[in-house]
Structures are given as C-alpha cells and as structure tokens.
C-alpha cells in the first residue's frame, strides 16, 4: 500500500499539472500595426518595436503637426482610408474617436481589431492613454519610463515658478479661436505659470473670439504656434491684423510649437520644458 507521503506527492503533481494546463496563456503582441491618428503614430514610435510598425497615418511625417516627423519617415506612412490598411494586412489598427467612421466601420466589418483613442485632454488622460497603448503593444515598462519622464518634466516646471504674479495669456489660433481652460494647453500653461486668459473670454473649452474684445479686454500676452506674424495662408490673416500686431509684438508673443501639443503623450515633456523656458523669458522682462 503506498504510504501517505507518496499519495500526497502525486496529488500534489497533478495539481500543478491541471492548473499548467488551464491557465490563461499570455497573449502574443501584436506584429502588425498599422495606424490611421497622429497622436497613434507617436505613440506607436515611442512604445513599439520598429518592426511591429507595419504603417503609420499619412500625417506622420507632417513636420508642422507630428513630434516624430523625423522619424516617421523611418517606416511605411500612407494609412488612411481602409482600402491602404487592407493592404498591410494589420493584427492591430489604432485609430481616432474621430477617425472617419466610415473608415472604422468597413475596416470592423472586415474582422481588424480596431483600437480607438481619444483625444487626451489632460496630462492624466494622455498618461492613461500611453499605458494603454503601452500594453497593447507588449511594452508596458516602456509606457511607464515615459510617464516618469513626463513626472520628471512637470516636477521641473513647479520648481522653476516663482512667486511674482502670473502673467496672463490667451491661445489666439487661426480665425480667431481662443483655447479655453478645460484643455491640455491649458494644463501645460498653468503647470509653468502663465495664467490662460482664454477661460475667461472664450468659456469652457474655447470658442471663437472677436478681434474687438481681444483687443479691449488684452491678456498679457499672446500664445502663438509660429513666430511669424505675416500670415502663411487665410486661416492665419487675422493673427497679421495691424492692431493685434501693435498690441502684441514678438516680445509680447509666447511661442508654443504646434507640434508639442497637437497630441500630447511623447511630447509632453518637451513642451513642459518648452513652455517652462518660455515662462522664464516673459517673467524675466516683467
């Protein structure tokens, strides 16, 4: 008869054995990712493997609104409607919530898994976001070295505030839109400590201003995407208009590229510390 510890031995091996064989396998990365977003593009370039990239969107290697354009030009960048995505045969599609829905539609219907971001509207959204993708992607500690060097760069920007009165300034954008509090520039401009006038003439998110109240009720300064104050197509007119360039001068005109803001994720640090170099300037000259 087989003693005691010889049956506790064998009960105990199949145990192990079963619970080997039920246990959730882990899932494999995707290999074949192709992006239809901008804000996916960067994402997928600071978070993926180079050869998980099997297309970005047609705006990546847009200098004007892409942080990676440079090296978007690296990998395959003509994803747009889903004819483009078919061809590339993705396992994973990431795509906007305001991606074309059409685009998504077909491509669901089709059997891709399709992946939808939202716009990140905070640094906390865009570092929930970067975990996201993060995971999908099969990089999590990636995703997280990213967050703390976007804790790094904020913690930066709070050291670097002073205690003088904060300057105020208004998000001008094409045609007159003026960026509201409630929005990542916002965020970015309070962590440095530029006061967003924007809250107060535009409301909530933002909304389009007339040049009379800009002019009536000035900030104290401009933030503005380029430096160039002549207009580079109609949309920008009204930032050349001879009022609003006597009342705000270059030296009365904060810059923030395009580029560090369009997604936030990757870029943030670089925009802190941007924005923060910038807020040194205009307290300096105060």
Same mark, same amino acid.
């Given at each position: !008869?087989p003693? /005691?510890?010889? +049956? %506790?031995?064998?009960?105990? @091996?199949s145990?192990?054995?079963?619970?080997?064989?039920?246990?959730?396998v882990?899932?494999?990365? $995707?290999?074949?990712?192709?992006?239809?977003?901008?804000c @996916?593009?960067?994402?997928?370039i600071a978070?993926?493997d180079?050869?998980?990239?099997?297309?970005?969107?047609v &705006?990546?290697?847009?200098p004007k609104?892409s942080?990676f354009?440079t090296?978007?030009?690296?990998f395959?960048h003509?994803?747009?409607? @889903?004819?483009t995505v078919?061809?590339?045969?993705?396992?994973?599609?990431?795509? *906007?919530r305001y991606?074309?829905r059409a685009?998504?539609? !077909? =491509?669901?219907?089709?059997g &891709?898994?399709v992946?939808l971001?939202?716009?990140?509207?905070?640094i906390?959204?865009?570092?929930?976001?970067i975990?996201? +993708?993060?995971?999908?992607?099969g990089?999590?500690?990636? *995703?997280?070295?990213?967050v703390?060097e976007?804790?790094?760069?904020?913690?930066?920007?709070?050291?670097a505030?002073?205690g003088?009165?904060m300057?105020?300034?208004?998000?001008y954008?094409r045609?007159? &839109?003026v960026?509201?509090?409630?929005?990542?520039?916002?965020?970015?401009m309070?962590?440095?400590?530029?006061?967003?006038?924007?809250g107060?003439?535009? *409301?909530g998110?933002?909304? /389009?201003?007339? %040049?009379?109240?800009?002019?009536?009720?000035? $900030?104290d &300064?401009l933030? +503005?995407?380029?430096p160039a104050?002549a207009?580079g197509?109609?949309g920008?007119?009204l %930032?050349?208009? $001879?009022?609003l360039?006597?009342?705000f001068?270059p030296?009365?005109?904060? =810059?923030?590229?395009?580029?560090l803001t369009?997604?936030?994720?990757?870029?943030?640090?670089?925009?802190?510390?941007?924005?923060?170099?910038?807020a040194?300037?205009?307290?300096?000259?105060?």
């Amino acid at each position: !008869m087989p003693s /005691f510890v010889v +049956v %506790l031995g064998l009960l105990i @091996a199949s145990i192990v054995v079963v619970a080997a064989e039920t246990a959730p396998v882990a899932e494999e990365p $995707p290999r074949r990712i192709v992006s239809i977003n901008l804000c @996916a593009d960067e994402l997928l370039i600071a978070l993926a493997d180079p050869d998980q990239i099997a297309s970005l969107s047609v &705006y990546a290697t847009d200098p004007k609104l892409s942080y990676f354009a440079t090296q978007a030009a690296a990998f395959r960048h003509d994803a747009g409607e @889903a004819e483009t995505v078919v061809e590339r045969e993705p396992d994973l599609v990431l795509a *906007g919530r305001y991606t074309k829905r059409a685009t998504r539609d !077909m =491509l669901t219907a089709l059997g &891709y898994p399709v992946e939808l971001l939202d716009p990140a509207r905070s640094i906390d959204e865009s570092i929930v976001q970067i975990r996201q +993708v993060a995971s999908l992607v099969g990089h999590p500690e990636r *995703g997280e070295a990213l967050v703390a060097e976007i804790d790094a760069a904020r913690t930066r920007a709070s050291d670097a505030l002073t205690g003088d009165a904060m300057p105020t300034a208004a998000v001008y954008q094409r045609r007159g &839109y003026v960026t509201g509090g409630d929005t990542l520039t916002g965020e970015l401009m309070t962590a440095v400590g530029i006061a967003n006038a924007g809250g107060d003439l535009a *409301g909530g998110r933002g909304g /389009f201003v007339r %040049l009379e109240r800009l002019i009536s009720e000035p $900030p104290d &300064y401009l933030l +503005v995407t380029t430096p160039a104050i002549a207009p580079g197509d109609q949309g920008e007119a009204l %930032l050349a208009h $001879p009022a609003l360039a006597e009342l705000f001068p270059p030296d009365r005109r904060i =810059l923030l590229p395009e580029r560090l803001t369009v997604c936030g994720g990757p870029s943030l640090p670089a925009a802190l510390d941007w924005l923060s170099q910038e807020a040194r300037r205009v307290m300096d000259e105060r």
